[in-house]
């Protein structure tokens, strides 16, 4: 049976169950499983069952046991779990409350403190959709109660919980480098100048908004001294030394990222002990949480495995490669198309999702054309993180709607993200048209 028909179908069928909303991970583990059948049980022309079972479990456990046994993979459950531990050990608040303290005095402070808060959050997650969860609880009813304006409340810490996906530690970028067998460690410091810059530009979001509408916002936001701004800032310490171990650490060559999550993981617990914020029973359940989670990203990987293998069996990726290049298409042409690709996605499909479907066909395509795999992994993660905010589905958009319930119906957080979406596509432009921005830093290492 022809490879790449059953390669096209395969992706057909993958879609369509998407649609019908079937779990990910069974999604592409079925496909994959009953498409290598196919192809080996009709090799030879006539239906012949017996000779495709060993060919197909071959693939499908060889797969996904060297993936669950990946050395890589093991740095996804430390990041879990030092975001969990950092979380109860109240490192990751004293971010933002040292934010509000220095931004109090700005219009629209509060608004500015969320988003930086967010970005010092997701330094040490490397979760959006957990950023933008626990930062949302923290910030939006604060904003609300303060007389901001619900769409600027709620946008904001929204579109700042998605930072959590470029600046490092990602998890995404952890699954972009283990199925494009990219360095990890590059790619954490590929996103640090993307990343801030994203910041920035979210903070200038704000800026202008208040500027223009000057009742988005209270004008008295809390009135701080000095003493209070050395102190609060001071109290962040462990946030600033958990994020110099990632990323000194791996720029210095003194950690890999799998070694720099375990060190942190381990400071962070000494720090939190230390300063009496955690106790036995809260460590047990961050644990626990991290288990959760961590599971369901070990599953939908190991789906994601065997489906590239597959992918690989068909042949479709090399064909696909040799069509798009026959039509002569240009650089700029074949990213916006990409670009066009990951954006229509994200209206309907999470994060994961969106690139274990993609990965397969546009990696040897990327690839054929001679471009950084480093600085598309960038590219990939920023247009991920417009996912997130993207309607209908911004994921990150209903995760603040759950926080803050009926008081801000979902269409208010949507109109208030507009804003943010149009800074998140400028950097986005910034991105692609400068491959420097995402390779300086990896590249000077």
Known sequence: MDGTIVGLAAFAALILLLGLRVPIAFALAGVATL???????????????????????????????DLIHSYDLSMIPLFVALGHIAYRAEITTKIYHAARVW???????VAMASVVGC???????????????TMGRICAPEMLR???????????????????SLIPPSVLFIIYGIFTETSISSLFLAGILPGLLSLLGFVLVIWIWVMRD???AP?????????????????????????LIIVAGIYGGFFTATEAAAVCVSAALVIGFA???????????????????????????????????????????GDIVGAVQATELNVVLLMLAIAAIYLLLGMFLDPIGIMVLTLPLLVPLVEGYGLDLIWFGVVVIKLLEIGLITPPVGLNVFVIGSVVGREVPIDRIFAGILRFLTIDVIVLALIMAFPILSLLIPNSM
């Open 146 to 164: 303060m007389g901001y304006d619900k769409r600027l409340a709620t946008a904001s810490v929204a579109a700042g919980g998605t930072l959590g």
């Open 103 to 109: 931004l109090a005095a700005v219009p629209g402070g």
């Open 119 to 133: 970005g010092g959050f997701s330094a040490i997650t490397g979760s959006s959709i957990a950023c933008a969860s």
């Open 275 to 317: 300063q009496r914020r955690l106790t036995v029973r809260s460590v047990i359940e961050a644990l626990r949480e991290t288990v959760i989670q961590t599971t369901s990203i070990f599953v939908i990987a190991a789906g994601a495995k065997i489906f590239v293998a597959f992918v690989a069996l068909t042949g479709v990726a």
């Open 35 to 65: 498409g290598t059948f196919a192809i080996f049980a009709f090799r030879t022309g006539a239906f012949m069952p017996e000779r495709a079972i060993r060919p197909t479990t071959s693939l499908v456990f060889s797969n996904s046991f």
């Open 214 to 216: 000057p009742s988005a």
């Open 219 to 243: 004008v008295h936001e809390g009135t701080y001294g000095l003493k209070d701004r050395v102190e609060a800032a001071i109290e962040a310490w462990p946030a600033v030394l958990l994020f």
